[in-house]
């Protein structure tokens, strides 16, 4: 099975679990936390213990339960590491902290926006798209900014699979497909 598949199973799970909870903020934070933690050189040594079939699945699990407790994860989050090393699938938190990020937007009704600009923005204009974006979509957003010294002017913003590209380089590239299908 496909390692995205795998992770979406685990994350669509997990996320059904914390709505029936009432806690799948919290459960996403302490998923991001040990996708953190497996993510540094010192959990990648973690990781290959965990998946080391040199050690008794008995070892694994007592290895999981330390971490849990050192994470300071809650039951539901302990059982569901648990569960990743037992399946052989932790490998691939990174990939469900990611798929659950997604899916605890959708439930709390809300998007993630990124604005790209030449420069640093002010916060007033940053406000400003954020409040457009909202009241074009109904939802909550997060925005990001990114500094990218590769656009001439203008904004580039991005929401979801969506890119709405009003820099200069676009607008640009716009005049000179308009003036080339003229020519020819």
């Given at each position: 099975?496909?390692?995205?598949?795998?992770?979406?199973?685990?994350?669509?799970?997990?996320?059904?679990?914390?709505?029936?909870?009432?806690?799948?903020?919290?459960?996403?934070?302490?998923?991001?936390?040990?996708?953190?933690?497996?993510?540094?050189?010192?959990?990648?040594?973690?990781?290959?213990?965990?998946?080391?079939?040199?050690?008794?699945?008995?070892?694994?699990?007592?290895?999981?339960?330390?971490?849990?407790?050192?994470?300071?994860?809650?039951?539901?989050?302990?059982?569901?590491?648990?569960?990743?090393?037992?399946?052989?699938?932790?490998?691939?938190?990174?990939?469900?902290?990611?798929?659950?990020?997604?899916?605890?937007?959708e439930v709390a009704g809300r998007i993630r926006a990124t604005v790209e600009?030449?420069?640093?923005?002010?916060?007033?204009?940053?406000?400003?798209?954020?409040?457009?974006?909202?009241?074009?979509?109904?939802?909550?957003?997060?925005?990001?900014?990114?500094?990218?010294?590769?656009?001439?002017?203008?904004?580039?913003?991005?929401?979801?699979?969506?890119?709405?590209?009003?820099?200069?380089?676009?607008?640009?590239?716009?005049?000179?497909?308009?003036l080339l299908e003229g020519v020819v």
């Amino acid at each position: 099975m496909k390692k995205s598949t795998v992770a979406k199973r685990f994350a669509q799970a997990l996320i059904d679990i914390g709505k029936n909870d009432n806690a799948y903020e919290k459960y996403g934070e302490e998923l991001r936390s040990l996708a953190s933690l497996f993510n540094e050189a010192e959990g990648k040594g973690i990781e290959k213990l965990l998946l080391n079939p040199m050690y008794s699945a008995e070892e694994r699990r007592k290895l999981a339960d330390t971490i849990s407790k050192k994470c300071e994860l809650s039951d539901t989050m302990s059982k569901f590491f648990s569960l990743t090393v037992e399946k052989q699938v932790v490998h691939i938190i990174g990939a469900m902290a990611d798929v659950y990020s997604r899916l605890a937007d959708e439930v709390a009704g809300r998007i993630r926006a990124t604005v790209e600009a030449p420069a640093t923005l002010n916060d007033s204009l940053l406000n400003s798209i954020k409040d457009k974006l909202k009241a074009e979509t109904g939802k909550e957003v997060v925005l990001t900014f990114k500094e990218n010294k590769e656009l001439i002017g203008g904004l580039v913003v991005r929401v979801g699979d969506t890119i709405l590209d009003g820099s200069v380089k676009a607008q640009l590239e716009n005049i000179k497909d308009k003036l080339l299908e003229g020519v020819v």
